[in-house]
């Protein structure tokens, strides 16, 4: 039972374009949405992260948009950049269960020049 | 600050033998992390400690998986014995305490069971 997903296992874009890589949830539970973002032969280091009672939040060219009726959080990267090049996973924690994430499968951006 | 250090960073053996991972957490965190990569379902958590104390272990796969850490420095993940179907790189995570968010990840343990 995958309570958290991240149906596309990779994703391409060019240089300078915007990047967006979604992520769903099933459990109404969680309180805080982690980005992670890991690079080959390296642990996942945090790259953002947003409350679960907010919508949007930006850290210079990343956001991560919120929406909580759909279960959907996505994150934007612009402008995309070579070395954003990496494996993106999305963490969700669990209220109350002593910070315990759950996180997806993980979405392969590969940023072209 | 070094990091959340992992020993071996490669181990291959053969299936049935035993394996022991290696943990240091950054110094003063209080919360470490056992997970398991695999392509199918990212990253799956194992089991998680808080001041020492398991905390919870329901994604340990079966028997054969233990985990320890006897000190606030030092986790051990044990796989006794090892099956093919148990390679996968394994990551070791720590965080300050159990009220942040933010895990800290060492760089894992490529393990490969023939």
């Known amino acids: 039972d995958q309570q958290v997903k991240q149906n596309s296992p990779s994703l391409s874009v060019q240089e300078g374009r915007i990047s967006i890589l979604n992520c769903d949830y099933t459990n109404s539970m969680f309180d805080y949405f982690l980005w992670y973002k890991k690079y080959p032969a390296e642990g996942p280091t945090f790259l953002i992260s947003i409350s679960s009672i907010k919508d949007k939040n930006e850290d210079g060219r990343f956001t991560v948009f919120l929406n909580k009726s759909a279960k959907h959080l996505s994150l934007h990267i612009v402008p995309s950049q070579p070395g954003d090049s990496a494996v993106y996973f999305c963490?969700?924690?669990?209220?109350?269960?002593?910070?315990?994430?759950?996180f997806g499968q993980g979405t392969e951006l590969s940023v072209k020049p | 600050d070094a990091g959340v250090i992992q020993s071996p960073r490669h181990e291959v053996t053969e299936m049935g033998q035993e394996v022991t991972l290696r943990c240091k957490p950054i110094s003063g965190h209080n919360s470490l992390f056992w997970y398991r990569q695999t392509m199918m379902r990212g990253l799956e958590l194992l089991i998680y400690f808080n001041n020492n104390v398991p905390i919870d272990d329901s994604g340990m796969p079966e028997d054969r998986f233990s985990a320890k850490m006897p000190n606030a420095s030092f986790s051990t993940l044990k796989i006794q014995p090892s099956e093919p179907r148990d390679s996968a790189v394994y990551f070791c995570?720590?965080?300050?305490?159990?009220?942040?968010?933010?895990?800290?990840f060492g760089p894992g343990t490529r393990l490969t069971v023939t």
């Open positions: 963490a969700a924690r669990v209220y109350n269960q002593g910070g315990k994430l759950i």
């Open positions: 995570a720590s965080r300050i305490d159990q009220y942040s968010y933010e895990q800290y």
